[in-house]
């Protein structure tokens, strides 16, 4: 890591702790891509505070916050008039918009609390499993500034789940764990069979409990910061987790605190880590801006006669490297061709969604139903 990176890491703290959020998020955006100094805050234009999330925009947002770990409780009190700029420029891309769900589904409103904490979540029973039971649940964690309801809009499982029998369950990260909803992929105390890692498997193995869901059938998916949560949980949680679907995130343990995280981010270190030791699905744009291409290296590290195609009528060029574990397990890395950091073939009605194929969610649902 060099000495200019750690400079501007260490600006980019002073200037949160200053209440200086806008220049802060520049400096991260200016570190990640290696473009210098960031503007002077006398000089920088202020951003939309309320950008407008399309297809057309997605890939152009910045997810600079995926890793912002310093809870309220631990920042000094800003003015007033600081924390309202920051409210406002705050994103909330849907309004409040709720997901659409077929005649009979439920969207339920919960609150997990268990032995490793306490979050809100969102389960959404289709009428298909209401009929018929359950087939399977996939547990959803969102990346960071969204909202379970958000990512289901943008991600358009509730279409998956419907037609497959799936139950799905949205946790909601609280904010005083992390002022922007992140999960706590980078943190050392919630990467093992502890914090989040845990909280996110209990609520996992209570909801499948309910819903008799078969054995081998429960899944974790995730975005950004959410699909780094999502490899991290999958890893440390095998007995709960049959695999795992990570999109635009990075490997189990690539950070163990900020600033390393930022690293993992830009691409740094990748190269010493380790393959997936479960059957999992990766998809990732080769335009990513935020967290870097060479993040998803480490799907097709350490495999068993890999191979590679490029499906087709996915609406964008995809190169696919498929192949197993050493213990066996599936695998597969989609490399999507002028894709950002969005979830591909989503809903652009919810945040970080890019309606363009591949269509994430249904090839996620297809490779987990697949496993034998």
């Known amino acids: 890591m060099d000495g200019d990176f750690m400079a501007a890491m260490r600006r980019t703290l002073d200037l949160t702790k200053s209440g200086d959020l806008g220049t802060a998020t520049r400096q991260i ?56 700029d920051a409210l406002r420029r705050r994103p909330r891309a849907t309004g409040g918009a709720m997901p659409e769900l077929a005649d ?23 009428a298909s499993v209401a009929a018929e039971g359950a087939a399977g649940l996939i547990v959803m964690l969102h990346g960071c500034t969204q909202t379970p309801e958000d990512f289901a809009i943008g991600t358009a499982m509730g279409r998956q789940a419907e037609d497959h029998r799936l139950v799905v369950a949205y946790p909601a990260q609280d904010r005083s764990a992390n002022a922007q909803g992140c999960w706590a992929w980078f943190q050392p105390a919630d990467q093992g069979r502890g914090g989040e890692s845990a909280l996110i498997a209990e609520m996992a193995g209570q909801i499948a409990t309910e819903f008799a869901v078969p054995d081998g059938r429960v899944f974790v998916a995730g975005l950004s910061a959410g699909g780094a949560m999502a490899a991290v949980t999958a890893a440390a949680h095998p007995e709960v987790f049959g695999a795992a679907g990570v999109h635009s995130g990075l490997a189990p343990g690539a950070a163990r605190d900020m600033v390393s995280a930022f690293a993992a981010m830009r691409g740094d270190g990748t190269a010493a880590q380790p393959g997936p030791t479960m059957p999992m699905i990766l998809f990732h744009g080769d335009a990513d801006r935020t967290v870097a291409p060479a993040a998803a290296d480490w799907g097709t590290r350490d495999l068993d006669t890999p191979a590679t195609d490029a499906p087709a009528n996915h609406g964008r ?51 987990f139903l697949g496993l034998s």
């Open 29 to 84: 955006q200016a570190a990640l891509s290696g473009s210098g100094d960031a503007p002077h805050a006398e000089a920088a234009a202020e951003p939309d505070p309320k950008p407008k999330r399309t297809a057309a925009t997605a890939s152009r947002v910045e997810d600079a916050e995926i890793v912002d770990e310093t809870p309220p409780r631990r920042r000094a009190r800003k003015p007033l008039g600081a924390t309202l």
């Open 104 to 126: 009979g589904a439920v969207w339920d409103r919960r609150r997990h609390a268990g032995r490793f904490g306490a979050r809100d979540v969102r389960v959404h029973i289709p």
């Open 317 to 367: 060029r995809v190169r696919r490297t498929v192949g197993r574990t050493m213990a066996g397990g599936a695998v597969e890395v989609w490399r999507i061709a002028g894709a950002g950091h969005a979830w591909s073939g989503g809903d652009p009605r919810g945040s970080y969604a890019d309606a363009a194929g591949p269509d994430a969610s249904a090839e996620m649902v297809r490779f």
